[in-house]
């Protein structure tokens, strides 16, 4: 049974699972949208979401080993983590784009580009005003993907 109490939480517990659930996956985020750029300009074919699924379960299986009574928050904390992961992992090749263009590197380690792209996809406003098939199925992608995270943290 999931916890819910706010004692119960420990701050060892808290302090690792904000490292594994929130940091890491945006580190590997980067590695991987910067992995996804290659397979796009070399095999011309997009991976993304598969690197996204297997972040997500990976994210979750390295939180849950990092308790050892779930609760509520960790949960909370590890989707946040996930979602911010998959804002990453999308906007990395886009941003490498970018890198050639004479940005310079500093451009990746802007946090709000990444807070920039995660509104825009998740703003139900854009949906209506471009509404794509892509667009769903990539709303689709990231509900599915991060349920699977989160559900490995229970």
Same mark, same amino acid.
């Given at each position: 049974?999931?916890? /819910?109490s706010?004692?119960?939480?420990?701050?060892?517990?808290?302090i @690792?699972?904000?490292?594994?659930?929130? #940091?890491l %996956?945006?580190l590997?985020?980067?590695l991987?949208?910067? &992995?996804?750029?290659?397979v796009?300009?070399?095999?011309?074919?997009?991976?993304?979401?598969? +690197? @996204?699924? =297997?972040l997500?379960?990976?994210?979750?299986?390295?939180?849950? /080993?990092?308790?050892? /009574? %779930?609760?509520?928050?960790?949960s909370i904390?590890?989707?946040?983590g996930?979602?911010?992961a998959a804002?990453?992992?999308?906007?990395? %090749? =886009?941003?490498?784009?970018?890198?050639?263009?004479g940005?310079? &590197?500093s451009? @990746? +380690?802007?946090?709000? =580009?990444y807070?920039?792209? =995660?509104?825009?996809?998740?703003n139900p406003?854009?949906?209506?005003?471009?509404?794509?098939?892509?667009?769903?199925?990539?709303?689709?992608? #990231?509900?599915?993907?991060t349920?699977l995270?989160v /559900?490995?943290?229970?």
């Open positions: 049974m999931i916890d /819910k706010i004692r119960n939480i420990h701050l060892r517990d808290l @690792f699972v904000i490292l594994y659930g929130v #940091l %996956p945006a590997f985020g980067l991987l949208g910067l &992995i996804e750029y290659y796009i300009a070399f095999l011309g074919f997009s991976f993304s979401f598969l +690197f @996204f699924w =297997i997500a379960v990976v994210t979750g299986a390295l939180v849950r /080993k990092q308790y050892e /009574k %779930p609760h509520l928050l960790y904390l590890t989707g946040i996930i979602v911010f804002g990453v992992l999308f906007a990395v %090749p =886009i941003l490498w784009g970018y890198l050639y263009d940005m310079g &590197i451009v @990746f +380690f802007e946090v709000e =580009i807070f920039m792209f =995660i509104f825009t996809m998740l406003i854009n949906w209506v005003t471009n509404f794509s098939f892509d667009l769903v199925i990539s709303l689709l992608m #990231l509900i599915v993907g349920y995270g /559900k490995r943290t229970l």
